[in-house]
C-alpha cells in the first residue's frame, strides 16, 4: 500500500528564513507525486506535479526536487503570506487505482 | 473559468441522519473524486468517477455512497452519520485518469 510521511509536523520561520520540508514516500509505480498548499477552512490548491527521480520544478519563492525515495520543498526567504499547511501526495501504479494518497502535512507559520 | 464548486460550505447534522453533497467539476473534467480530511490530518480518498463510472473506492464503510450525473457533477451520500463523520469533505475535479487534480473549498461537516 502507498505511504506518504511528511516531516516536520510544523516550522517556524522568521521573515526571510529559508528552509527545506521533506516528503519521504513508498509506492508502487510513481505515476506523480504533487505538492499542494491548504490555508485554514480551504480546499488544497495545487503547485507542483513531479514524475520522476531528478526532476525539479519552481514557482517563486518555491523549488520542489524529487528522488527515487522522497521530495523536498524548499521555501526561499519566505515571507507572512507563504504561511500554510504544504501537502504531499503521490499517485501510484495502475493497481492501487487511480487515489491520490496523502501525507498528514507540514504546517508552516513564517513570522515577521 | 469557474473551479470546481462544492455545496453547501457548512452542514450540521444529527447523529444517525443522512447527508448528501454536491460537487460540479471545472468544465470539461469528466474525472471527479471525493476526498475526507479530519481536522490536522491529510485528506484520504473516498471515490473516483470518470465518465459517471466508479473507477476507485477508499476504506470507507458502505453508509458512504456516491453517484456521478450526465453533466459530470457528482453527489456523495452518508447514511447513518456517526460523530466521527465529522470532517471537511473536499471534490477533485481532473480532465482524465492520471492528470493533475483540482480541489474545491470543501464542505464542512459537523455531526452532533
Known amino acids: 500500500e502507498d505511504q506518504v510521511t511528511q516531516s516536520p509536523e510544523a516550522l517556524r520561520l522568521q521573515e526571510g528564513e529559508s528552509s527545506s520540508l521533506n516528503c519521504s514516500y513508498t509506492?508502487?509505480?510513481?505515476?506523480?507525486l504533487f505538492w499542494y498548499r491548504q490555508d485554514p477552512g480551504k480546499g488544497p490548491e495545487f503547485l507542483f506535479t513531479?514524475?520522476?527521480a531528478g526532476e525539479e520544478k519552481e514557482k517563486e519563492r518555491l523549488k520542489a526536487t524529487l528522488t527515487k525515495k522522497e521530495s523536498f520543498l524548499h521555501i526561499t526567504a519566505p515571507k507572512p503570506e507563504d504561511s500554510a499547511t504544504y501537502l504531499c501526495?503521490?499517485?501510484?501504479?495502475?493497481?492501487?487505482?487511480?487515489?491520490?494518497?496523502f501525507g498528514g502535512g507540514t504546517r508552516v507559520l513564517v513570522k515577521p | 473559468d469557474a473551479g470546481v464548486t462544492q455545496s453547501p460550505t457548512h452542514l450540521i447534522k444529527t447523529r444517525g441522519q443522512q447527508v448528501t453533497l454536491r460537487c460540479s467539476p471545472i468544465?470539461?473534467?469528466?474525472?471527479v473524486s471525493w476526498y475526507q480530511q479530519v481536522l490536522g490530518q491529510g485528506p484520504q480518498f473516498i471515490f473516483q468517477?470518470?465518465?459517471?463510472?466508479?473507477?476507485g473506492r477508499g476504506n470507507f464503510p458502505d453508509r458512504f455512497s456516491a453517484r456521478q450525473f450526465p453533466n459530470y457533477s457528482s453527489e456523495l451520500n452518508v447514511n447513518a452519520l456517526l460523530l466521527g463523520d465529522s470532517a471537511l469533505y473536499l471534490c477533485?475535479?481532473?480532465?482524465?485518469?492520471?492528470?493533475?487534480?483540482?480541489f474545491g473549498s470543501g464542505t464542512r461537516l459537523t455531526v452532533v
Open positions: 477533485a475535479s481532473s480532465s482524465g485518469i492520471g492528470y493533475g487534480y483540482t
Open positions: 509506492v508502487s509505480g510513481l505515476r506523480g
Open positions: 513531479l514524475y520522476s
Open positions: 501526495a503521490v499517485q501510484g501504479g495502475r493497481a492501487a487505482g487511480n487515489k491520490l494518497t
Open positions: 468544465s470539461g473534467h469528466k474525472s
Open positions: 468517477y470518470y465518465e459517471k463510472e466508479e473507477r
